[in-house]
């Protein structure tokens, strides 16, 4: 009896641990194109932070990495025209 038990426990766990594997696996091929397309969208992301409000923003270059499991991010901004502007 204990050997119907496990067994029917087992066959349900392979499919949990088969659906999170596939889970995983679109989460990491979508995060690897969303962080080598970022830099092809640079226009549209400072496009979308000015209609989010941010009226002076410009961004000088935009990079994507990944790394293990995360994404990472890295924008520069022009030094120019911050320091052209006064801090008062």
Do not use: C
């Not at 995983?24 to 969208?41: F, H, I, K, Q």
């Not at 009226?55 to 990944?66: C, L, Q, S």
Request: a positive charge.
């Amino acid at each position: 009896m204990l050997l119907r038990i496990t067994k029917g426990f087992f066959r349900s766990g392979w499919w949990l641990v088969l659906g999170m594997l596939v889970i995983a696996v679109v989460y990491l091929s979508l995060g690897r194109l969303a962080t080598l397309s970022v830099e092809a969208n640079q226009h549209q992301i400072e496009n979308y932070l000015r209609n989010s409000g941010l009226d002076f923003v410009e961004i000088g270059a935009i990079a994507g990495d990944w790394r293990v499991h995360d994404p990472r991010f890295i924008v520069t901004f022009p030094l120019s025209r911050l320091a052209s502007q006064p801090l008062i």
